[in-house]
């Protein structure tokens, strides 16, 4: 496991460590909102519910990827999302 591997147990570990890797770069994520054009609480929005385009900032900001913050979220062998079509 690399060192900065979010841990995968909980969410409250994962926006933990998310949070603390952000302010270890000089961010919060309302500041990494507004840096981007969008609102104080736009980012938040990736812990409550899949958002692929404040994973990908969120993701790109730390130096990694969406599916090794949120592994359940894609698919581990081709980084697709995982959706259901059609409704």
Not at 22 to 36: D, P, Q, R, V
Not at 46 to 71: C, D, N, Q, S
Request: aromatic share 8%; with cysteine.
């Amino acid at each position: 496991m690399r060192i900065n591997t979010p841990p995968q147990k909980t969410d409250k570990k994962r926006r933990a460590w998310i949070k603390y890797q952000l302010e270890m770069k000089g961010y919060s994520l309302a500041s990494l909102g507004l840096k981007h054009g969008l609102s104080r609480s736009c980012v938040r929005q990736a812990f409550v519910k899949p958002y692929p385009k404040m994973e990908r900032l969120i993701a790109h900001t730390l130096g990694l990827r969406p599916e090794e913050i949120w592994p359940e979220r894609y698919i581990q062998s081709h980084g697709n999302r995982r959706r259901k079509r059609g409704q």
